[in-house]
């Protein structure tokens, strides 16, 4: 198994948690627009100790959607070692406030695509 496709196995039963109780932004973005898109994609998908909203694997791309929680000193803190970390593993993060996506769905459905496919 390559560095790609390594994870922690302890995450299995939380990631597969995750997938069946998505929030509702995340089921917005995946039945409105991920899930119709030429590459597969994969939800509360496992990268090393991480668990990832979404995961391209065609185009290393990992998207995230962030609710409140992310707001303090403390998750900020959290998600820029996590981003780090991913990018340093040859990732792409794109990361999205829920309040965004609620504002600007196109827009960050046009972010996505343009990444793809540019």
């Known amino acids: 198994m390559d560095k790609y496709h390594?994870?922690?196995?302890?995450?299995?039963?939380?990631?597969q948690r995750l997938r069946r109780e998505m929030t509702k932004e995340e089921k917005h973005l995946w039945?409105?627009?991920l899930r119709k898109l030429p590459y597969p994609v994969k939800r509360q998908h496992m990268i090393g100790s991480y668990i990832v909203d979404f995961y391209?694997?065609?185009?290393?791309l990992i998207i995230e959607l962030d609710g409140n929680q992310h707001g303090d000193d403390e998750q900020?803190?959290?998600?820029?070692?996590?981003?780090?970390?991913?990018?340093?593993?040859?990732?792409?993060?794109?990361?999205?406030?829920?309040s965004f996506l609620h504002e600007h769905f196109e827009d960050v459905c046009n972010d996505i695509w343009n990444y793809l496919e540019g």
């Open 6 to 15: 390594h994870h922690e196995p302890y995450l299995k039963p939380y990631s």
């Open 31 to 33: 039945y409105d627009f």
């Open 56 to 60: 391209i694997a065609a185009a290393f």
């Open 76 to 98: 900020l803190q959290a998600d820029i070692v996590r981003d780090k970390w991913l990018t340093n593993e040859g990732y792409r993060v794109l990361r999205y406030p829920n």
